[in-house]
């Protein structure tokens, strides 16, 4: 089995659902996860830029705005011999929805004439990206020429053209070339340029909106962190934007890039979840999408189940390792469709039309009755999962990988497993939805109050344990029904659900900040006291941005708005070292034994719920809360000062809070809202 490719040193550019992903000087040579994608399809594997057979020597390099890379080089070879370069090349990469577009520009400061050959080699395996992910051996195809004399390649899925004013030579047509002779006199300039364009007849992604059209908000304040941090993630999640052939009129975001360039249930709908102070569209988009896909019937074999709201789609199966094979719509998730319920009440209180909400309740009480029909399938009261063909996703929560339920010792959970943040998330799913049914006129909110109320008693009685540091829930009940007692970030989840008494949630809140938990930088998905602790390990260990700003979300609805801003604080030091691009996730070393944060070498980046953890940062610092029902704002920016935001939403209408030197809250909205103001 082949190794999975490094993605912290490459340069990313894209626009869903096309992305460039190059080596660090914007080459894109034939190495691991470098190549131009669409879909899950990798449509070059190769675009190496040489100059007279000598690749230009990269001064500075990197992203440009959303969906484009630039690039700055030398090219010594054929420049004067003075001690001054000067012969400077350029190359402007931008990705559009289904294109690629590149200007290479040479521009001469030499005493006399330059002359050279540029050259670009390229090549095509039309690999399939998991394939890639998994470092698998990939072969080039045979380029032909197209009817505009362009070069081509075809599978039956994808049809990949590149054209160019330049000659094209292939003699290997596994590794054509496009070849341009230059000529540049003292002070010119010149520009090459090169275009691909991709047909995919099978793909069910394409791209949403132009790249860039996220709401901006301009921010200004003392700590300049917070500002280019939301510039930097509003600009990540324009680029992953993208819409469904299922749903053509709805948008949604891509989970993240490279290999979770599509819809996921549980990240799509936390990422809109984050949003909806700047926006309720995505999240009516997302809601629609998944709905669209939402289970109608028993199928083992994808985990679909009638009301369950859908894990992921792709083109194709994938392979996930040697025994584990996913349908291209797989339903394998414990947490998606209570998440699916959450979101369509929360977007409803930040003033979602309330038509668009009672279209989708039918949606709402079939995932209702899932949750008890069929996510507690042995019927104790709890939300449970396992993966009964052998085949799927041994963890079904937001930590799938297969050694995330540990007990302290280090030893895996084994059987069917409950996660305690699920029951949370069905606890608040059930309030909610009982809400939702009682506003529309619907039967059935009595039921699920009571319902809620009782899994609250059951999780009292099952899920609490004790160590050298006081009680705690534990991380999940396993096959046995006992409590697996490893210490996670899992329980911060259960915060605001009311699914807590208020001590228990003090006792949560205080153990998240503490040294085994906190980083720093943020919160460790695993304790550091834990066996199995290990800063680079997937879960076990590392810090996920997202998974922080989940708990600085959920502190902040119950209370803990100090302890919300102490973790905002960390995300905020740790961005500086990210280029204020948080990835995926990162090493859970403690901030103070590091300059710098260390990467996961394999993180995804740009991620959207890593990125929507910018908002729930922004949302904390002003203690922001929509009740559009209700008509009410609620402003509570704690010891905050000197800030001013310009470009938030509430039902549609512009937000503009401005907190003063001396804590003075001053808004302007045209929202059918009354304000309410708190500072301390």
Excluded at 199 to 225: I, K, M, P, Q
Excluded at 344 to 359: C, I, S, T
Excluded at 469 to 485: N, Q, S
């Amino acid at each position: 089995m082949g190794r999975q490719p490094l993605l912290h040193d490459l340069l990313s550019a894209l626009a869903a659902p096309t992305q460039a992903w190059s080596d660090s000087d914007g080459q894109i040579r034939a190495l691991g996860a470098q190549g131009i994608f669409h879909g899950d399809l990798r449509a070059l594997s190769r675009a190496q830029l040489f100059i007279d057979d000598e690749e230009p020597e990269c001064i500075r390099a990197g992203t440009h705005g959303p969906g484009r890379v630039t690039t700055i080089g030398l090219a010594r070879n054929i420049d004067s011999p003075e001690a001054d370069p000067t012969l400077r090349l350029e190359r402007h990469r931008e990705v559009q929805a289904g294109a690629v577009i590149e200007q290479i520009v040479l521009s001469s400061a030499a005493s006399s004439p330059v002359r050279g050959r540029v050259s670009l080699k390229l090549a095509s395996d039309l690999a399939p990206m998991s394939r890639i992910k998994d470092g698998e051996p990939t072969f080039s195809l045979a380029a032909t020429r197209g009817e505009s004399g362009a070069l081509a390649w075809s599978n039956d899925d994808m049809h990949v053209q590149v054209d160019a004013e330049a000659e094209v030579n292939l003699a290997d047509p596994t590794a054509p070339e496009l070849r341009w002779q230059v000529e540049l006199s003292p002070g010119d300039t010149c520009t090459l340029s090169w275009r691909l364009e991709v047909a995919d007849a099978t793909g069910v992604l394409h791209g949403a909106a132009a790249v860039g059209s996220t709401g901006r908000v301009g921010v200004e304040y003392a700590d300049f962190r917070l500002g280019a941090l939301i510039n930097q993630s509003l600009q990540d999640l324009s680029m992953l934007r993208m819409r469904s052939s299922f749903a053509p009129e709805d948008s949604f975001l891509a989970a993240g890039a490279p290999w979770f360039f599509t819809l996921f249930g549980r990240d799509s709908l936390w990422a809109a979840r984050m949003l909806l102070p700047l926006e309720t569209n995505l999240a009516a988009g997302t809601l629609r999408s998944l709905a669209a896909l939402q289970g109608t019937t028993v199928n083992p074999e994808t985990a679909e189940e009638p009301g369950k709201i859908v894990h992921e789609i792709r083109r194709d199966s994938q392979s996930l390792g040697p025994n584990t094979v996913l349908p291209p719509m797989y339903y394998g998730t414990i947490d998606a469709t209570p998440l699916w319920i959450c979101l369509l009440h929360d977007a409803w209180r930040w003033g979602m039309d309330p038509n668009e909400v009672e279209v989708l309740l039918p949606n709402l009480e079939a995932a209702l009755d899932w949750i008890t029909k069929y996510g507690d399938a042995d019927g104790d009261g709890f939300l449970e999962y396992i993966d009964a063909t052998g085949r799927g996703l041994a963890n079904q929560g937001w930590k799938d990988s297969h050694d995330s339920v540990q007990w302290r010792d280090g030893t895996l959970a084994e059987g069917t497993i409950a996660l305690c943040e699920v029951q949370g998330y069905a606890y608040e799913a059930a309030v909610k939805g009982a809400e939702l049914l009682d506003v529309f006129g619907n039967d059935g909110g009595s039921q699920w109050r009571a319902w809620a109320a009782a899994l609250a008693d059951r999780f009292r009685a099952a899920f609490w344990v004790s160590d050298s540091d006081g009680p705690y829930p534990a991380i999940a009940l396993d096959g046995e029904k006992r409590p697996v007692d490893g210490v996670a970030s899992n329980m911060g989840h259960l915060l605001g659900t009311g699914l807590l008494t208020d001590e228990e949630e003090r006792l949560i809140a205080e153990r998240m900040l503490s040294p085994a938990m906190r980083s720093g930088f943020g919160l460790r998905t695993l304790s550091a006291q834990s066996a199995g602790y290990w800063p680079l390990s997937y879960h076990g260990g590392s810090v996920w941005p997202h998974d922080t700003a989940i708990v600085i979300q959920a502190m902040a609805r119950a209370g803990f708005s100090a302890a919300a801003r102490a973790l905002s604080h960390d995300l905020l030091a740790a961005a500086p070292s990210l280029d204020y691009r948080l990835p995926e996730l990162f090493a859970g070393n403690p901030a103070d034994h590091a300059l710098c944060v260390i990467p996961y070498p394999a993180a995804c980046r740009p991620q959207a719920w890593s990125a929507g953890s910018a908002l729930v940062i922004l949302a904390a610092y002003l203690g922001l809360e929509a009740d559009v029902p209700r008509g009410r704002l609620s402003i509570a920016p704690g010891p905050v000062r000197d800030l001013q935001v310009k470009g938030l939403q509430v039902a549609g209408h512009q937000l503009d809070i401005t907190v003063t030197d001396q804590g003075k809250v001053e808004v302007t909205t045209t929202a059918p809202v009354s304000v309410h103001t708190e500072t301390q």
